[in-house]
C-alpha cells in the first residue's frame, strides 16, 4: 500500500503565480483533505472533497480551489499567489465518518 | 483566543523520562479529540484518538481529556530518542467530519 501520495515534493513559484498540487489518496480511502502548514505553526483546514464536490471549506479565500477525480485522487489550485502563501501543503484522506484521516508528505511551496 | 492552543515547547528531557504534552481548547462543545506527531520533513501521523472524557492507553502513550477544565495531555512513558518530533493536538468540532482544528505543535527532544 503506497499510502497518500503527493506532487510535486518541492515547488518555487513567483508572486502573482498560479499552482496546482496533485494528491493520491490511500487505497480504498474516497475523501480527501486538503491542509496548509506554516512553518512553525499546525495545519489549517482548507477543503474536503468527496464524490467530487466540495464538502466542506476552511477560512481560505477564493484564490483557492479544488478539484476530485473519479479515481478520488485530487488538485489544489492556487491564483495571484502571495508570499504569505508559502508553506507546507498538506493533503489527507480518510473514509466518510470515519476519524482516522492519513497524511501525505506534503509539497513545500515556496512563493518568492 | 485560538480555538486549540498549545505550547511550542521546545521540550527536552532525557531518555527514559516521562513526557507530559499539553492543549487547551476554548468550546466545551468540542469531543472529538487527537493527538498527530509529525517528523521533520514528514506529514502528521495520527497517534491517539479520544472521544469525550478520560483516559486513552496504547503502549507507552496515554491519552488524557479534562472536559471540565478543557485541557487535553498527551503521556509518553520511557522516553526513546525516536519519539523526537513534532506533536500536535487537534480536535474535530463537527464530530469525525475530517475538519480538523490543530494547535501550533510542541517540539520534544528526547536526548540518549
Known amino acids: 500500500d503506497a499510502g497518500v501520495t503527493q506532487s510535486p515534493t518541492h515547488l518555487i513559484k513567483t508572486r502573482g503565480q498560479q499552482v496546482t498540487l496533485r494528491c493520491s489518496p490511500k487505497s480504498g480511502h474516497d475523501t480527501v483533505s486538503w491542509y496548509q502548514q506554516a512553518l512553525g505553526q499546525g495545519p489549517q483546514f482548507i477543503f474536503q472533497?468527496?464524490?467530487?464536490?466540495?464538502?466542506q471549506r476552511g477560512n481560505f479565500p477564493d484564490r483557492f480551489s479544488g478539484h476530485q477525480f473519479p479515481n478520488y485522487s485530487s488538485e489544489l489550485n492556487v491564483n495571484a499567489l502571495l508570499l504569505g502563501d508559502s508553506a507546507l501543503y498538506l493533503c489527507a484522506s480518510s473514509l466518510p465518518g470515519s476519524y482516522e484521516q492519513y497524511f501525505g508528505p506534503g509539497t513545500r511551496l515556496t512563493v518568492t | 483566543q485560538k480555538e486549540v492552543e498549545q505550547d511550542p515547547g521546545p521540550l527536552s528531557v532525557p531518555e527514559g523520562a516521562i513526557v507530559s504534552l499539553n492543549c487547551t481548547y476554548s468550546n466545551s462543545a468540542f469531543q472529538y479529540f487527537m493527538w498527530y506527531r509529525q517528523y521533520s520533513r514528514k506529514g502528521p501521523e495520527l497517534l491517539m484518538y479520544?472521544?469525550?472524557?478520560g483516559n486513552k492507553e496504547d503502549g507507552r502513550f496515554t491519552a488524557q481529556v479534562d472536559k471540565s477544565s478543557k485541557y487535553i495531555s498527551l503521556f509518553i512513558r520511557d522516553s526513546q530518542p525516536s519519539d523526537s518530533a513534532t506533536y500536535l493536538c487537534a480536535t474535530d468540532p463537527s464530530g469525525n467530519t475530517g475538519k480538523l482544528i490543530f494547535g501550533q505543535g510542541t517540539t520534544l527532544q528526547v536526548k540518549p
Open positions: 479520544t472521544y469525550s472524557s
Open positions: 472533497y468527496y464524490e467530487e464536490e466540495e464538502r
